[in-house]
């Protein structure tokens, strides 16, 4: 009797001879026997299962994940196989297992959210450009080359091209290119203003400091803007400290009382 490896002329080296264990598969109940089977077939199968996914090994995906997703591809088209219909194993893992692998990288590999149309330009522009580097070496291909290749607009290419970066996200700790002194993406990024959180404040009393006379509104300005000492306002203007005092209350309540006027009407 045949066993589930037995090996046959194919089109691959790793595509083994499983027709008869595929019929017997099929007339088999569920049990025992029948999973033993089913195992021997899916591990006959899976040195064609690595081979398709090393064909993605350069994609930032690690070849061991890769192999696991390609033969949870492989058991999916084994279970899904249906001799009867004439039609050979391998026509159908292969399309299977390669579907398992893309929607991997579509569902998890992606950092950031890029659109289906997107993705498919970024593979289109990506295969063209690979195409076209063995053609005009010492160069990098314009886009007005890719987009004759690939048989897009130069725009649907640019398009393609910024997805390319968008397969993963650079961290903030990266160094930036030219940097030789540890400067990071993180050192460049801003960081809120204290400030704004005066603005408004200082439109509301800015109608209400217009209204003071000139010397209380100097007298605020030394205060709160120069950062002098009421005694150091006092000696500037020849006057007392005390009475420093009291005009610095007076202005503030003069203009907190026009602030509150204008926030009721």
Not at 11 to 20: K, L, S, V
Not at 165 to 194: M, V
Not at 234 to 260: K, N, P, Y
Request: with cysteine.
């Amino acid at each position: 009797m045949p066993t589930p490896a037995t090996a046959k002329h194919h089109p691959h080296h790793d595509a083994p001879d499983t027709a008869a264990a595929f019929r017997r598969l099929a007339a088999l109940p569920d049990g025992p026997e029948r999973d033993a089977l089913r195992d021997e077939i899916v591990e006959a199968w899976l040195p064609m299962a690595d081979r398709l996914a090393g064909r993605f090994r350069s994609r930032g995906e690690s070849f061991d994940d890769l192999r696991q997703v390609a033969a949870l591809g492989l058991v999916k088209a084994v279970d899904r196989y249906e001799p009867e219909l004439g039609n050979a194993f391998e026509s159908y893992a292969v399309p299977t297992i390669t579907g398992e692998i893309k929607r991997h990288f579509r569902d998890h590999m992606w950092t950031l959210h890029v659109p289906r149309r997107v993705q498919d330009l970024r593979n289109r522009v990506r295969y063209a450009a690979q195409d076209l580097s063995q053609t005009i070496p010492g160069r990098q291909p314009t886009v007005a080359e890719i987009a004759e290749r690939a048989h897009l607009s130069e725009e649907d290419v640019r398009t393609g091209q910024e997805a390319l970066d968008s397969f993963s996200a650079l961290s903030l700790d990266a160094e930036l290119p030219g940097s030789d002194n540890g400067y990071s993406l993180g050192d460049a990024l801003g960081a809120p203003d204290p400030a704004l959180d005066t603005v408004v404040d200082r439109e509301a009393v800015k109608d209400g400091l217009a209204a003071l006379p000139d010397r209380e509104r100097a007298i605020l300005y030394m205060r709160f803007f120069d950062d002098m000492t009421q005694s150091g306002i006092a000696e500037e203007l020849g006057i007392s400290q005390m009475h420093v005092s009291r005009l610095i209350s007076r202005s503030c309540g003069r203009v907190r009382d026009e602030v509150m006027r204008d926030t009721e009407e």
